[in-house]
């Protein structure tokens, strides 16, 4: 075998033990006993040193230097590859397998904590993850920013100046948007009960429409929505709340975003480095356009209407246009994953500045609730009331995910992009949509960016499917007219 | 660290990755999107590789030479480190990939051929088995009995010769007693359709009862019932049949029986090779125990029919004796996992024989189908109606497993050892057992048996709990005055 052919034999098994990590993720979060915490910690450490091992071996490094690509998508093999390597190798593996360890031992007593409204029996841990990650950024920065050099791992090519920058662009826009649209009464929201086995079976139905394939994954409740998984088994999670039916609905419609890019991937790339999305970024942008662009446009939410009064009969609101106007509430809220398309990006921001500040150490992690409900109450006029509305409602921190947040709001960036660019080649989007037929958009979506992988770097895969270079201006025009329309402002 | 210390952190990280690669197997016969059996066998076949690789590592032996073990336990730790290095080195990684590969898909093949009664299409994918299984027991006889080799997997220290000398000294009597008894009426059993979801309920409290930790594992269903994992995490499945809630509650109880054994190990030898069952028979002698001896005794049938008319109301028998009956039917049947005590021993011994011969070249794969089936009609006197009936009820085979089989006897004739020796000990069993109360047996195996996992040897193992040296005796005495008395024959 060549040398190119070795590292990829070599790589090929490195994806499925990456495969079976990401599967002991899934079954912590749906599965495992609540007892095997502790023995899981081992368990992860030990397939994270092994996965670190391979990612660092110095054959790795000697077959890069001698591999010849055959063609395209081979260079890009190498690339992707090179890029692992390059990053295992300035992080030790015993740090990796501690901090495997301390974020599996850490998301339980998140869990715990935030069921308990107890912020000061999850510090001490998060202390220890935070410490362990600066350890960890500084490895990767080799003396530049620490932040950034995290940020690279979920959104290669992008600064946190960068992003400064286009949130700056943003919030001028969305501040203004959003004084005039909570000067307007809140529409009303739908009233009732709602069976839960009722809302999974919706939901269900609702990822099937949106093309999730359940032959190639499964659909189960855990504490937080996530997909997991690449190829042929990717599998999603949603939650149920017996009064809010769109907390499942959209949650599910979201994850399928994620989940059918992972599973429209060309198999050609199956276990290989380019067969799963190319970034958080851009894999946001799937999740967001799935979930707002067509979940919550006026022509799909129309046919999701008739569907809810079949299953449900009286929701409390009556018509179409009242179900819209439901589906767009913008309203006070303190939970990021419930809140709208117009403030999200403000949830965002306040991660991205605290989070920034502790891995620089300008933040220390004793003064982390003070200094999110300081910038939650500047920002949205009033003041956290419990710490699960707050500093503990997200799982990411205590899983070790720093520099990730931002991406979600490039996401949004992106998936403007990609639905202008949809738009203009789908004039008759709507007829479809208003038939619960989302396969044009899907399809489109397909063909245009998902099947590619991690064939192009991030914002080379948005350009040619967009057909320019990213920028913000498509998503503040769409949140505008929607908005302004919506509530006559 | 000393040679001693690093062995064991290294073998401490094996044991985890072992942990994996059961939760794998889990997670496929329960939760896996039946389209993900491609990439699975990729995945399995990584880990495999990973496995095999570290404990083939050459420090291993180097360590191993050097270890300076502190006291008895380290000695065994040794000693269990030792055997698994000296089989591991003997077969090639290759080797191991490809029947991890071969048999993730025969496990599907399986499963379908057994929905589609199609033997045909299960025998190319069962040849491949059996080839690569062959090689395997070639490898590791080094020029010796292949199939013993295979056994000593499963059951160290024990030959096919011992085995075969045990059945035989067994069979005249099993014979002699199920003849007396088959010419007795059979008695009635249950009537009526038993909810699916309340048998699951009543097999979740027996669980409990038997002192299953459901905080370190979990109940589900799946095709075959079975227990997987150690220390922490340790989960059973069961299956539901609307007309016979017996096969759940028998299974629930004969999956406690294993999962107990594992939960029970000395915490201290946590993911060290001590940390487990020490092998399939004395594994086979708990799930036995648990099941038969005090799950099908009089008293404890008598508590269990109580909960029974609770939960299900009319069940078609009305009095203590007659369920108790009913639990203990000895009648004409297929399948072995519904098997009665008696006839049981029966089923294996015509697996022993037809594997032997597979795995000694005496049997080929073609002909498995007709030799099974002129074997049944020979030992029962009737007829294989259908493949699920006969030559694929057991899912063994489609994983590998070789050489597994004689052990759940061996395991019935260890159980006839320990509950000799629990009822010498526990003169009162019996009125605890009346009360729905097993704390008193359990808490004795656990005490004489469990918590010692993989300390010593098998044989000595059920040496030490029984106070002598297994034999069949007990449990032919024990069979012979249970049927002699219940059918008064």
Known sequence: MSSFEQLIAFERET?????????????????MPRGAALQRGEEMAAIEGVLHARRSDPRVAEWLENADAPDEVGRAQLREIRRAYERAVKVPGDLASRIARVTSEAQGKWAQARADEDVAAFLPVLQEVVALKRQEGQALAAGANVYDAMISDYEQGTTSSQIAEIFDAM??????????????P??????????????????RQIAVTFGYDLNHGRLDKAVHPFSSGSGLDVRITTRTNPLDPFNCIYSTIHEVGHAAYEQNVDRAYLLTALGRGVSMGVHESQSRIYENQIGRSRAFSGWLFGQMRDRFGDIGVTSEEAFYAAVNRVQNGYIRTESDELQYNLHIMLRFDLERALMLGDLEVSDLEAAWNDRFLADFGYSVDKPSHGCLQDVHWSVGLFGYFPTYSLGNVYAGCLHEALRRDIPDLDD???????????????????????????????????????DHVPLMSYLEEKFSTLYGV
């Open 15 to 31: 994806q499925a033990l990456g495969q079976i990590s990401g599967r002991l993720g899934w079954d912590q979060e749906t599965m």
């Open 171 to 184: 919030r001028p826009g969305l501040v203004d948007l959003r004084a005039r649209v909570l000067e307007k």
């Open 186 to 203: 809140v529409p009303m929201g739908l009233s009732g009960t709602f069976d839960e086995a009722a809302q999974m079976a919706l939901a």
């Open 432 to 470: 479809h949509l208003a038939r619960g037929d989302t396969s044009v958009a899907t399809g489109w979506l397909r063909e245009h960016l998902q099947q590619h992988g991690g064939l192009r770097e991030p914002r080379e895969t948005i350009a040619q499917a967009a057909g320019h270079d990213p």
